[in-house]
């Protein structure tokens, strides 16, 4: 018996350039854009430092 599912990923992307290098506005920066990418559509890399957030 196999059982098939399907599994995607979202990931945010920080850049210390705009958060700073303290690990906690980093870390609040990527999951910023980790939900930024799950609003718009799940499955896909989200970096606020380009023009449309794509990757």
């Known amino acids: 018996?196999?059982?098939q599912f399907k599994v995607t990923a979202s990931f945010g992307?920080?850049?210390s350039n705009q958060?700073?290098?303290d690990l906690s506005a980093?870390?609040?920066a990527a999951d910023a854009a980790m939900y930024q990418?799950?609003?718009q559509g799940r499955n896909q890399?989200?970096?606020p430092a380009t023009a449309d957030?794509?990757?």
């Open 1 to 3: 018996y196999q059982q």
């Open 53 to 55: 957030g794509a990757v």
């Open 26 to 28: 980093l870390l609040a």
């Open 19 to 21: 958060a700073g290098y």
């Open 13 to 15: 992307v920080a850049d």
């Open 37 to 39: 990418a799950k609003q």
């Open 45 to 47: 890399v989200y970096c």
